[in-house]
């Protein structure tokens, strides 16, 4: 702090501070503390707010953890985000070792311009885009039937299709990070590992992969929070059988009409996120610092 | 070459352009579907080549009503966020090792927290105040993580800057307002240019956080999923065809700029050198 003040003054250095505490406190910690507070309390009409029954209690919680149905969309939408970033992770590892290691800087910068342009269109045409893509009538089923794959059409809303429309939205995040980190692995520590007879599996298996932890869990982490905390994808190319975590938590505060259980289900999809980022991070030992980048 | 690296050959031939495909055979179909007459967006069948759904677009009113809010909302955004950026990297950059990694770690926590979330948060927060969602709440729910971008980007600008500059000016008389005025902020300038781009675009892409505070306003984002549900027409798709194409003339003319100003800078290096 002190150095803040005697690098800017009293006036700038204060309006500096000022600015990042109404950000962090007002934007940030404000907002989330409230959210608690909502998930701790019942859902009361205003006549009883602040009376004997409006006391803190974990309810909420519970009757996610009894409720069957909202019990089993959560953890079909934990592994099922895992399942997104694993597929993600397959998808776009080959590239991402070809672009930092074998590619000549010219076909890196070009093909880096081609996988950010669908990136710069937001999330919602992205997914419009699978949405015609894999209608029933649509050309995916058009093309699978004139090839003679399939002999009738095939109904791809649902879990497939969002799983592919994930995969497709979050290609990105999982494949700079791995870039990055490989990047840095030097060519002749791949070409030793040939020479001393290593198979390309295992130059990748004992070699690459180690190096590029820390980028591969990244790109991990980066996924499955946004695909567990997505709503466009699951809302679009979902069918009534592939709901979401996250259109439960919608149908709580615009259709349920009980802010209060919404608020303690969007706490749980909070620690969940958080838990799953912190502990993958710690055990792939890298630094909340390198993360962000 | 052995016939195992053949086969390798071939089989990342193979990937990668399966890759390519997959990534871009959405978009063009998308947009070709704007040309096709069929009332449900498709290409498979052709009915017919038309350009009707540009007239369609035009006189979509609703289509122009929440482009207009979500720029507006885009414009208070970038005006939120690039002052509360700017101070937040120059904070950290003030900070001895341990508070600036804590700090560092609490700034970009709204990053690793699920869009939907923040909405949430942010909306149950002001229900308490008595406010409602709408632009306001917009505004505020999408700064509270997009200012994360634009700390790491000023930040990262900073980490290149040379501390005896500002000592210079100092020397020289100025004030440590005129030294963050004269030296600090033009310094900083492309950086906020490009804070501000990204600003901008993520505000408009914006949507899980959007969701849950719009109250009774529509973005644009929020316009076209619901359309999706209310009845979808090639509209949509020449509203799409347009944003893909502004994109692309927009990412290729960034990526021409940015060469041009590496290989300016390479250039001024060499001179200095020679």
């Known amino acids: 702090m002190g150095e803040l003040y005697k690098r800017f003054g009293g006036g700038l250095g204060t309006v500096f501070l000022a600015l990042v505490a109404a950000w962090l406190a007002g934007m940030v910690l404000a907002p989330n503390v409230m959210m608690i ?16 029954r409006d006391v803190y209690s974990l309810s909420n919680v519970l009757y996610l953890a009894n409720e069957g149905v909202h019990r089993a969309i959560f953890f079909k939408t934990v592994w099922a985000s895992a399942l997104v970033a694993f597929v993600t992770l397959m998808v776009c590892y080959p590239l991402a070792y070809w672009l930092a290691q074998n590619a000549t800087p010219n076909q890196t910068a070009i ?4 996988l950010t342009i669908p990136f710069w269109i937001n999330e919602v045409l992205r997914t419009l885009a699978w949405y015609i893509l894999l209608a029933f009538r649509g050309p995916l089923n058009a093309a699978l039937l004139a090839l003679g794959v399939i002999d009738e059409p095939v109904r791809w809303y649902g879990d497939g299709g969002v799983l592919a429309g994930m995969t497709y939205a979050y290609i990105l995040f999982m494949l700079f990070p791995i870039y990055n ?25 004992r070699v690459v992969i180690p190096h590029a932890k820390a980028g591969i869990a990244t790109g991990c982490v980066f996924t499955f929070m946004l695909a567990a ?60 610092t390198d993360v962000a980048k | 070459m052995s016939a195992a690296d053949r086969i390798m050959k071939g089989l990342f031939g193979v990937y990668f352009v399966a890759f390519f495909v997959y990534l871009f055979a959405p978009l063009a179909i998308m947009a070709a579907a704007t040309f096709n007459t069929s009332r449900f967006p498709t290409v498979t069948p052709w009915q017919g080549t038309t350009l009707e759904w540009f007239n369609a677009l035009a006189a979509d009113r609703g289509m122009w009503d929440a482009l207009w809010t979500s720029i507006v909302v885009a414009f208070f955004v970038v005006l939120v ?12 950059t003030s900070l001895h090792a341990r508070a600036r990694s804590f700090l560092y770690a609490v700034m970009v926590s709204p990053l690793l927290t699920p869009g939907v979330v923040i909405g949430i948060s942010t909306l149950v927060l002001w229900r308490q105040l008595g406010v409602g969602g709408g632009v306001f709440l917009i505004v505020l729910a999408q700064s509270s993580f997009i200012i994360c971008y634009i700390m790491l980007m000023v930040a990262a600008r900073l980490q290149r800057f040379d501390r005896t500059q500002e000592e210079a000016a100092l020397g020289l008389g100025a004030s440590k307002f005129m030294v963050f005025r004269r030296v600090i902020l033009p310094f900083l300038k492309p950086a906020l240019f490009a804070a501000g781009f990204l600003a901008v675009l993520q505000s408009i892409e914006n949507y899980n956080t959007t969701l849950f505070v719009r109250g009774f306003d529509t973005p644009l984002t929020v316009y076209i999923a619901t359309k999706v549900r209310t009845g979808l027409t090639p509209a949509v798709n020449a509203l799409a065809l347009i944003m893909v194409a502004v994109t692309i003339v927009g990412a290729v003319t960034y990526e021409v700029a940015r060469r041009r100003s590496v290989a300016r800078r390479a250039n001024i290096e060499e001179e200095q050198r020679g």
């Open chain 1, 37 to 52: 507070d909502y998930a701790l309390r019942p859902n009361l009409p205003p006549a009883d707010i602040g009376g004997p």
């Open chain 1, 111 to 114: 093909a880096i311009l081609a």
């Open chain 1, 181 to 205: 980190a490989i990047e840095s692995l030097e060519k002749s520590q791949i070409e030793a590992a040939r020479d001393l007879g290593a198979s390309v599996w295992r130059t990748h298996w």
């Open chain 1, 229 to 288: 905390g997505s709503y466009v994808a699951p809302a679009l190319l979902g069918a009534p059988g592939s709901r979401w975590f996250t259109e439960i938590i919608y149908n709580w505060f615009f259709e349920g009409g009980d802010w209060n259980r919404g608020a303690a289900y969007a706490l749980v999809l909070l620690v969940l996120c958080l838990t799953v980022v912190l502990v993958t991070l710690k055990i792939a030992r890298v630094n909340l």
């Open chain 2, 81 to 92: 966020v690039l002052p509360i950026g700017t101070a937040a990297a120059l904070v950290l």
